[in-house]
């Protein structure tokens, strides 16, 4: 029976699917392929900060650190590797003053909730693009013990 295969591969039609198969099936949670006897072994990323979006840099810690991972993971013992972003306190506040100053107010006239709420609604875009950008990476991450430092 002959198999019809295409002439050059293409990530983006096979990739996310085998990807979505990976996290369905809890290949990445903690303890995944525990065996035994073995120890624990965990990674918390570096968080990024959510000001952002990753660049070589972020690709080549996340690839080594991802390498690390899935060799204790193949040899059985408890892995866990911690996604996370992280605030970026003042980088954050100028973004979104800059964004209120564009839209013609000032941080004042918003008041603090307001402001707060504009922070939680960047950090909710700008993060949610990291996590989709390291996704896209093949980051063997427990994506349901990600966290957010403020």
């Known amino acids: 029976m002959p198999l019809d295969l295409p002439k050059a591969y293409d990530a983006t039609t096979v990739e ?7 996290e369905t099936s809890g290949c990445f949670r903690g303890g995944a392929g525990k065996r035994d006897g073995k120890p624990g072994y965990a990674i918390a990323i570096p968080p990024p900060n959510v000001t952002g979006v990753l660049h070589m840099g972020h690709a080549l810690n996340n690839t080594l650190q991802d390498t690390l991972i899935r060799w204790r993971r193949m040899q059985g013992y408890d892995t866990l590797w911690q996604p996370g972003t992280d605030h970026a306190g003042i980088a954050t506040e100028s ?7 564009e839209a013609g107010q000032t941080r004042d006239q918003l008041g603090r909730e307001e402001f707060l709420k504009r922070v939680w609604a960047w950090k909710e875009q700008s993060g949610g693009k990291i996590v989709q950008q390291l996704r896209k990476l093949g980051a063997s991450c427990d994506w349901s013990r990600e966290r957010f430092t403020m």
């Open 95 to 101: 973004v979104v003053v800059k964004q209120v100053q």
């Open 16 to 22: 996310p699917d085998v990807y979505q198969r990976w």
